[in-house]
């Protein structure tokens, strides 16, 4: 099974950008298409971004599509969230996930594996 750590997360202004990473350990990465989610206290896991094992197909979530970026690079075993243009709204944890397949899912409960979280505050 794949070990997943997030970093890049932090506090910044509306209009900034974050990028996110994650980093992943043990079976071979190229195996798993990957996602982002994130959560604010009280409300559901929300789907963000996905991506394809080879990068090559993506997707995105509504309120997020034209300001964040998914990508990976398979040499380096790690997968990016590029933020651009952040809102408060944006404010959540933000998780990585790994699923066992080759195509990019936006369904959670079709991941397998999950990074602990990195907190993204994002202020008015």
């Known amino acids: 099974q794949v070990q997943l750590v997030e970093s890049g997360g932090g506090l910044v202004q509306a209009g900034d950008s974050l990028r996110l990473s994650c980093a992943a350990s043990?079976?071979?990465?190229?195996?798993?298409?990957m996602g982002w989610f994130r959560q604010v206290p009280g409300k559901e896991r929300e789907f963000v971004a996905a991506?394809?094992?080879?990068?090559?197909?993506?997707a995105y979530g509504d309120s997020v599509k034209g300001r964040f970026a998914i990508s990976r690079d398979n040499a380096r075993n790690t997968m990016y969230l590029q933020m651009n243009n952040l809102k408060p709204e944006d404010t959540a944890v933000y998780y990585c996930?790994?699923?066992?397949?080759?195509?990019?899912?936006?369904?959670?409960?079709?991941?397998?594996?999950w990074g602990q979280g990195t907190q993204v505050t994002v202020s008015s």
């Open positions: 996930a790994a699923r066992n397949g080759v195509a990019p899912t936006t369904t959670l409960l079709r991941y397998d594996t």
């Open positions: 043990g079976r071979t990465f190229t195996m798993y298409a």
């Open positions: 991506i394809s094992w080879s990068g090559g197909s993506t």
